[in-house]
DNA sequence: TCACAAAACTAACGATTGTTAGTTTTGTAT
DNA sequence: ATACAAAACTAACAATCGTTAGTTTTGTGA
């Protein structure tokens, strides 16, 4: 079986979500844009909330996995880092409309997602934490602020669909050696 | 004359739009966080995208002033750099609420405001991008992709206010250096 | 061809939205 | 005390929202 009605929803809403924001977004408009009636809808999925809950989930959970595989892996730590961050390069050229919505629409989950989601955030931050500290710990890494380092790296990663968007045109590899020397070396020579 | 009440409207949108964004606060729920009824507000101000539209240019004029400075201020191109960074942190303490705003919700300005942000928005980046033309030029920066760095280190201040949100009790000078040591020279030791 | 499930439809609901019109209260300067 | 503007109010509007119920069409396997 190839790709379902459900999944089609998931992502055409996915889409609107990231260019209008969840609340602007109708299930008229969503239909609209699937070609059908706002109730047809209803046959697929339960709500509307419950859209954004598949679509945010389905990456935070492949986030999830993925800094579980890399922390596992016996590498260096700051090759350890590297594959994070080409990790987060990977997700974003393919499913940059999800991360959208997850940075933006998170809150407007329903209070179980919500919190269920916040969680899993909660848990990757601690665990890139644990990476950084380990880091410094080995001397690989300067000892600035944890916090600092921390944010300072996620707030480029996961609003780099910002700028994938305007540059699209790339060469993976360079864009993955760039994004690294700027976040690991600095841009100072 | 101390704050007008126009002011005081302008300054409590921003603070529910950076807690649920600007659709899902409405006029009621304005009005009700003032301790008024809706319908009192639009004797101070036209309609509700024209509250967003001056929470918006608030802060974005005020980038934009400060920018010119630092370019027409004669430094080192490294301390122009810096300061530019010390400019995000202080609009960051001072107005997070505006800069949430700016970030998340500029979609939903009327046709005529979004197009004067997007090029005050614009302008600013090609500010930022010819100082760091200029550092690569004169051997202070690494030539590392030029689009790269400034995207790293922009997404890194504009969204410094979600940072700022969890750990409030900070020591500014800190903050300053340990964030200006992260964008310029890097994290590996 | 028949049966059945998947997926579309129409029609409507109650609630909420931004906004307007017209009126009353509040505060202030003469 | 009077006048006037600022700022609040009540009441209501037309539009749109997410969602439900019930019905019809479409596609598939026996």
């Not at 944890?146 to 968007?165: D, H, K, N, Q, V």
């Amino acid at each position: 079986m190839s790709i379902t009605r459900k999944q089609e929803i998931i992502n055409t809403a996915a889409l609107l979500f990231k260019e209008k924001g969840f609340n602007a977004v109708s299930m008229r408009d969503l239909a609209q844009e699937m070609g059908i009636k706002a109730a047809s809808i209803y046959n697929h999925l339960p709500s509307k909330q419950s859209i954004l809950g598949a679509i945010i989930f389905e990456v935070s959970v492949e986030f999830t996995t993925h800094i579980n595989a890399v922390i596992d892996d016996s590498l260096p730590i700051l090759q350890k880092l590297e594959a994070i961050i080409t990790m987060h390069i990977d997700l974003t050229l393919k499913k940059s409309e999800f991360l959208a919505c997850m940075n933006n629409d998170w809150v407007h989950l329903n209070d179980v997602d919500k919190k269920q989601y916040i969680k899993m955030r909660n848990a990757y931050e601690e665990k890139f934490r644990s990476l950084l500290l380990q880091g410094i710990q080995e001397k690989a890494l300067k000892p600035i602020d944890l916090e600092i380092m921390l944010f300072s790296i996620l707030s480029t990663l996961r609003t780099f669909y910002l700028w994938y968007a305007k540059h699209q045109m790339l060469d993976f590899e360079k864009v993955k050696g760039d994004l690294c020397t700027t976040l690991l070396t600095g841009i100072r020579s």
